[in-house]
């Protein structure tokens, strides 16, 4: 039996379909990770999972209950970790732990045994009478982990556990879903927008794009999917002459998209070969070549293989990336 | 089980509100103001306003209306008079501000009196301050009266007269304005508590770490209500004690009194919370609950009778009363602080507050859903 069954499940709002006809499954002890840019539909899927809204059509089975017609039984074996933070700043740390227990119906001495032993695993032990306004992000988000443990929950839904936070804090809380799959085997769903963290947690993802899962597979599958084994990235003092189309005239060259001014990604299944061709190339219109790194494949080139676009292109703080295939 | 989630949400809200004194300074410091300031700048008598006395006949009789003057100014106090000779400029000093009336003893005053004539004394006043206004012409009237008043009483008395008999202790203004008071910290913490906290908490995502819990809807509602209460029952029982020692009410802390009043509080603040929580059910947005503020404050209030009699409203404003839960705490709290009458006759308020109570949480109950 699966932790989680998803058919063809789907919500609209108005007239905007944020998730259309998504059907998977997830295995019991698996992290499993949804992929895409913001408002591909990611958060709209885990909050139909976790109950917080009805789904307009299909079904969703969660640890063995139908998230529409037995919304309760999955609320009591389901631990929610939301995006926002809804631990409450003008309460302490344990009160925050204590208040959430007693939402589950935890009598009161259970309540404060695991309050304790819940800051102590997420490391907040000595912060336990601290406001939770006063805690670092990550701290703040691992209190949230904490608060969405105290009742054992089978599953675990984390929906863009890091976003906003450092990189030493994002590194710890990926350690603390490690560490509860490990120690705890735990299912755990989690969606985010950022391919290094769903390419080292998640065993297997899926890329949703525009309300639809585009492909779903384990990030090493999902790797060997796209053409060219290795990428180059290349930057140009002053830029080549006509750009893009120059670069997709080597013969080694699978595909290029152009990262900013001067500066391409181009893809190819001869790694080496590709990197002579594009040092001729500077040679040949007298630009200088300012730096080459050959890379291989990441869930970024997979992203871009499967929907078309970046995963920044809906952000409109990032400018405008695409990538063109070579005729 | 269904207390055990629903006291969660009171105790978070508690343990805020106890961390947190804002809320109930905020709810006692309005009512408390209003009580020292309006209960002492409304109600009292008219005193020392400087009235022009133009005289324009200079016999005997108006020396006389000279004297009742200034035995007004030296016991009543209601106004100073002070002689001006000619009149435009008696008129001009009354538009200025400078007098508050001007009164006109025309030429041949004593004459027409003493020959029976009927002479006409003509008091200016300024009608844009009509208490002012009111205040001086009701003394002037008595002073009017005075002098028509036979030296000599007639051998038969009236054959109707009037003995009026208070059946309480004096009543001043700041004790009128109490109850008034009481239910308004009340609505204050219900504003505030169950209408801006509430959108704010909401806002922040709060309710969404409820949402994902087993909590039902019922448990909810219990639990956002039962909290809001709690917090109104405390103002209320706040100001119900410090007002009265403000006010001077007496009597209030006898059991069976203290017992009433805590039925009436408890009462009042369920009817008030949930028509906060029937009016935000349906709200997201933070500015909301602070423009509908005052608004709120305006309609409930004043048509509820705590500042004036709804006996000296138009008909409207009085339709407006009846359908007002204000209007039955404030009686009801004037029944028990100023009448010390017992339940009996605060019956038909308590019927009103409860019927209020369960109009406004049923709306609620079908209006709140329990969803993001």
């Known amino acids: 039996m699966h932790a989680i069954e998803v058919n063809q499940l789907s919500k609209t709002f108005g007239n905007l379909k944020a998730v259309d006809g998504v059907s998977f499954t997830v295995d019991k002890g698996e992290i499993f990770g949804m992929l895409g840019p913001n408002g591909a539909g990611k958060s709209t899927i885990i909050r139909m999972l976790t109950t917080l809204i009805t789904p307009t059509a299909g079904s969703a089975v969660v640890a063995g209950s139908d998230v529409v017609h037995d919304a309760d039984a999955v609320r009591l074996k389901i631990g929610v970790i939301p995006q926002n933070m809804t631990s409450d700043p003008d309460l302490t740390c344990e009160e925050n732990i204590s208040i959430h227990a007693r939402l589950y119906g935890i009598p009161r001495r259970q309540r404060r045994q695991i309050t304790g032993e819940l800051l102590a695993s997420v490391g907040l032990a000595d912060r336990a009478k601290a406001f939770a306004r006063t805690l670092s992000g990550g701290m703040r988000r691992r209190l949230e982990i904490a608060r969405g443990l105290v009742h054992a929950p089978q599953i675990l839904f984390l929906d863009e556990p890091t976003t906003g936070l450092d990189p030493a804090s994002r590194m710890s809380v990926w350690e603390m879903i490690a560490h509860l799959r490990d120690t705890r085997g735990m299912t755990l769903f989690l969606t985010t927008h950022y391919m290094d963290e769903a390419d080292r947690l998640c065993d297997r993802i899926a890329i949703v794009d525009h309300g639809k899962i585009v492909v779903l597979d384990t990030p090493t599958a999902l790797k060997a999917a796209v053409p060219g084994a290795a990428v180059l990235e290349v930057a140009f003092a002053p830029d080549l002459a006509k750009g893009v189309s120059d670069l997709e005239a080597l013969a080694a060259v699978n595909r290029v998209t152009q990262q900013g001014p001067a500066l391409y990604r181009v893809a190819s299944d001869r790694g080496p070969a590709a990197a002579e061709e594009v040092m001729d190339l500077s040679r040949r219109q007298g630009v200088e070549l300012r730096s080459l790194s050959v890379q291989s494949t990441s869930l970024d080139d997979v992203f871009l293989h499967f929907t078309g676009h970046g995963l920044s292109d809906h952000d409109t703080t990032v400018p405008s990336v695409g990538w063109s295939k070579k005729k | ?372």
Request: glycine share 10%.
């Open chain 2, 1 to 372: 089980m269904m207390m055990t989630r629903a006291f969660a949400i009171v105790e978070r809200d508690l343990r805020k509100f106890r961390r947190s004194p804002f809320l109930l300074v905020a709810a006692l410091i309005l009512p408390l103001a209003q009580l020292v300031i309006l209960g002492n700048a409304f109600g009292g008598n008219i005193r020392n306003v400087t009235i022009g006395v133009v005289n324009l006949d200079h016999g005997p009789e108006s020396v006389d209306v000279h004297e009742r003057l200034l035995a007004v100014a030296a016991n009543a106090k209601t106004f100073l008079p002070q002689e001006y000779g000619d009149r435009t400029e008696a008129i001009q000093a009354l538009r200025n501000g400078k007098l508050g009336a001007v009164l006109i003893i025309p030429t041949n005053y004593s004459r027409d009196l003493l020959m029976g004539h009927h002479p006409r004394l003509a008091l200016v006043t300024d009608n844009t301050d009509r208490a002012t206004a009111g205040g001086i012409g009701a003394t002037m009237a008595d002073l009017v009266n005075s002098i028509n008043r036979p030296e000599v009483a007639a051998r038969q008395p009236a054959q109707v007269g009037l003995d009026t008999v208070e059946i309480y202790p004096y009543t001043s203004y700041i004790q009128y304005l109490l109850p008034g008071l009481i239910t308004l910290a009340i609505f204050i913490t219900a504003m505030i508590g169950g209408g801006i906290l509430y959108i704010d908490d909401k806002q922040r995502g709060l309710h969404e770490g409820y949402l994902m819990t087993p909590i039902t809807k019922w448990e909810l509602i219990v639990g956002f209500n039962l909290a809001g209460a709690i917090k109104g029952v405390l103002a209320g029982l706040v100001i119900v004690i410090v007002g009265s020692m403000i006010a001077g009410v007496r009597g209030w802390w006898m059991p069976q009194v203290l017992g009433e009043l805590l039925l009436v509080t408890v009462l009042t603040s369920i009817a008030l919370i949930g028509m906060m929580f029937f009016i935000m059910a349906r709200i997201d947005d933070p500015l909301v609950p602070r423009a509908i503020f005052g608004v709120l404050n305006t309609l409930l209030f004043f048509p509820s009778g705590a500042v004036y009699p709804i006996a000296g409203f138009p008909s409207w404003l009085r339709h407006m009363a009846v359908a007002d839960p204000f209007t039955y705490a404030v009686h009801a709290y004037r029944a028990l602080l100023l009448q010390q009458v017992g339940l009996g006759a605060i019956l038909p308020d308590l019927g009103a507050l409860v019927l209020t109570c369960v109009l406004m949480l049923g709306g609620a109950t079908l209006l709140f859903r329990r969803a993001l």
